[in-house]
C-alpha cells in the first residue's frame, strides 16, 4: 500500500471502484449470463468476500491474518482465472475434429502447471512470500499465453461468440496486467512496491469494464449466431 498521498487516494479509488464493478457485474450475470459464465460468477462473489475479509484484518489491525488472507486471496484468484483460460478455450473450439486431442493437451497443461510450484519452486509452499509470488507469476504468465491460443481459436472459428471475445479481452488484460506486475515487483523498493500493484488494480479495473460491457444484454451473444 502506498503512503497516504496522492498515490495512496489513487490506490483506494480504484479499490473501490473495482468493488463497485464487481457487485455490478454480479448482478448482469445473475440475469442469465451465469448459466455460461458460472466460474465468472464464482470469480466475483470470491473476489468481493475475500476483498471484504481483507478490509476488516486490516481494521482490526492484523497484519499476521491478513498477510495470510492476502496471499490465499492472489494464488486462488489467479487460479480461477488460469481455469477460465482453459475452460473457455476448450470450448471454443467448438465442433473442430482436433478438439478431442487439444483438449488432452490443455489438460495436461492444466497439471503441469500445477505440478511446478510444487516440484520447483524454492520455499515452504503456501507459506513463503518467494513461494507465493513465483505461484502467482506463473499462473498469470500461462493464462496470457493460453489467451493468445483462446483468441486465435475465436478467430478461426466461423460462428464467432461476439460475447465470449470480449471475455477473453479482459480476461487478457487482466492476466497479462498481473503477470507483468508480480515479474516487476522484485525490481522495486519496499517504498516503491505499491507501483506495480497500483498497475495491476488498474489492469483488473479495465478487464471488469469490459466484462460489464460484455454482459450488457444477454441479447449480444444471440447477434453473433
Not at 482490526?60 to 483460460?85: C, G, H, R
Not at 495436461?108 to 513465483?134: D, E, I, M, Q, Y
Not at 522495486?188 to 483488473?204: E, G, Y
Request: net charge positive.
Amino acid at each position: 500500500m502506498p503512503p497516504r498521498g496522492p498515490q495512496y487516494y489513487a490506490f483506494e479509488t480504484l479499490g473501490w471502484t473495482s468493488i463497485i464493478l464487481l457487485f455490478f457485474l454480479v448482478i448482469l450475470l445473475l440475469r442469465g449470463p451465469f448459466r455460461q459464465y458460472p466460474l465468472i460468477l464464482g470469480y466475483c462473489l470470491t473476489q468481493l468476500i475475500l476483498t471484504g475479509g481483507e478490509e476488516y484484518l486490516r481494521i482490526m489491525q492484523s497484519p499476521k491474518f491478513y498477510a495470510v488472507l492476502y496471499w490465499t486471496d492472489e494464488i486462488f484468484l489467479n487460479f480461477l482465472l488460469f481455469l477460465m483460460v482453459i475452460t473457455f478455450t476448450y470450448r471454443a473450439l467448438g465442433d473442430s475434429p482436433m478438439r478431442a486431442m487439444l483438449g488432452k493437451l490443455l489438460g495436461a497443461v492444466f497439471v503441469v502447471v500445477l505440478s511446478v510450484p510444487l516440484l520447483v519452486f524454492k520455499g515452504p509452499a503456501f507459506r513463503s512470500t518467494s513461494w507465493l509470488n513465483h505461484t502467482s507469476q506463473l499462473l498469470s504468465f500461462c493464462a496470457a499465453i493460453l489467451n493468445l491460443g483462446l483468441w486465435s481459436a475465436l478467430v478461426a472459428n466461423r460462428r464467432r461468440d461476439r460475447q465470449l471475445l470480449s471475455v477473453s479481452a479482459g480476461l487478457g488484460i487482466a492476466v497479462t496486467g498481473a503477470a507483468i506486475s508480480y515479474g516487476v515487483r522484485g525490481f522495486f523498493s519496499l517504498d516503491w512496491i505499491w507501483v506495480p500493484d497500483f498497475f495491476m488494480s488498474a489492469t483488473f479495473v479495465v478487464c471488469l469494464c469490459i466484462w460489464c460491457w460484455a454482459f450488457r444484454s444477454t441479447r449480444v451473444q444471440l447477434e453473433a449466431l
